[in-house]
């Protein structure tokens, strides 16, 4: 007897094309503008199979008072298709001349060399690193470029807060600006490493209502902050608050964390609410959506009616959309006093 057996055979894995070396013609013709501002290619630290090219570190003076010294890195990223990318790295300098594990970055995309680098260099260096009450904090930008109006030959550029960075009495502050307009800029708080962080979950929301609370994620943990949805006020709105931020750690962080509890306890309890809020509001919209359903129709019933009729989903599609992110469904939490007499413990 024939025997037919049918085997499916996968498709082959798409095997992805390496990217084409920059050839020495390549490099020599990208050079000129950077070789014109005495700015030397450094060919032991470009990547060629990546299209890479790294130029050598420059060492700037203090851009202002109270900021040290700044290494400046220039790293420029072709793409096959022949746009460019340019990121800017600037590392502080210790008293010991090494660099600081906290540097910022400036990054611009375009298909002009000559541009690209002015826009990078006009950047104020100084804008990067603030101090605050003792703690420096680095900002990470993006230069994106306007859309030109009518009439107009060439658009203006204008920057996007990336990322930001600091140390605050050892605990490690992180900043993600979420350039998706409308989100909220995400916050994350950790340890050194073999410690963990006791801290309560309203650490930041005591600062107002723009701070959710922190949620505890094992080795970190994690909130949001409110802002503008638009430029150019959301940038100046992420950098205010993170200042306020920056501040209200190295204040609370200097002092034991009974204090906390003393200082903050009225806001403790309207940060409680405010966390309370989503499920109180869906408890409330569950109670009432059986009554609302049974309102008495009549026939031939009007826009109010129908609406009243289609009110349990319409109302649980608002519920959802009044909130720029996924609201927390917890109950709120009594504030009560810290126990713990220090802000950090051995990691188990």
């Not at 005591?206 to 940038?235: C, F, N, T």
């Amino acid at each position: 007897m024939l025997r037919v057996r049918a085997t499916k055979q996968p498709p082959a894995p798409k095997i992805k094309r390496a990217a084409t070396p920059l050839t020495h013609h390549e490099i020599l013709t990208l050079v000129g503008p950077f070789t014109e501002r005495d700015r030397h290619l450094d060919m032991a630290a470009s990547q060629r199979a990546e299209r890479r090219l790294a130029f050598k570190t420059i060492e700037h003076p203090a851009p202002a008072a109270g900021l040290p010294a700044l290494l400046e890195d220039l790293a420029l990223i072709v793409s096959e298709r022949g746009g460019f990318r340019l990121i800017r790295t600037l590392t502080p300098l210790d008293e010991a001349g090494s660099g600081s594990p906290l540097s910022a970055t400036l990054s611009a995309a375009g298909k002009d060399l000559g541009v690209l680098l002015d826009q990078i260099e006009h950047f104020p260096m100084a804008r990067h690193f603030r101090v605050y009450d003792g703690v420096r904090l680095q900002r990470s930008y993006w230069l994106d470029q306007d859309k030109p109006k009518d009439g107009e030959q060439s658009a203006g550029w204008h920057p996007l807060l990336v990322n930001a960075k600091a140390e605050v009495h050892g605990v490690t502050l992180e900043l993600d600006a979420n350039r998706v307009a409308s989100l909220p800029a995400k916050i994350r708080l950790s340890a050194p490493a073999g410690q963990q962080l006791q801290i309560p979950g309203d650490l930041l929301a005591v600062i107002g209502w723009q701070w959710r609370a922190l949620g505890d994620y094992m080795s970190h943990w994690r909130g949001s902050i409110r802002v503008s949805k638009r430029e150019p006020k959301r940038i100046h709105d992420i950098e205010d608050k993170l200042a306020r931020t920056v501040r209200h750690l190295a204040a609370t962080l200097s002092r034991t964390p009974a204090d906390f509890h003393h200082q903050y306890n009225a806001q403790r309890w309207r940060a409680a609410v405010q966390r309370g809020t989503p499920m109180l509001v869906a408890v409330g919209l569950i109670v009432a959506t059986p009554f609302i359903a049974r309102a008495p129709l009549q026939d031939g019933g009007s826009m109010l009616q129908l609406l009243v009729f289609h009110a349990p989903p319409l109302m649980l599609i608002a519920f959802f959309l009044g909130f720029n992110e996924v609201p927390d469904l917890v109950l709120p939490r009594i504030p009560r006093p810290l126990k713990q007499t220090s802000w950090f413990a051995p990691r188990t």
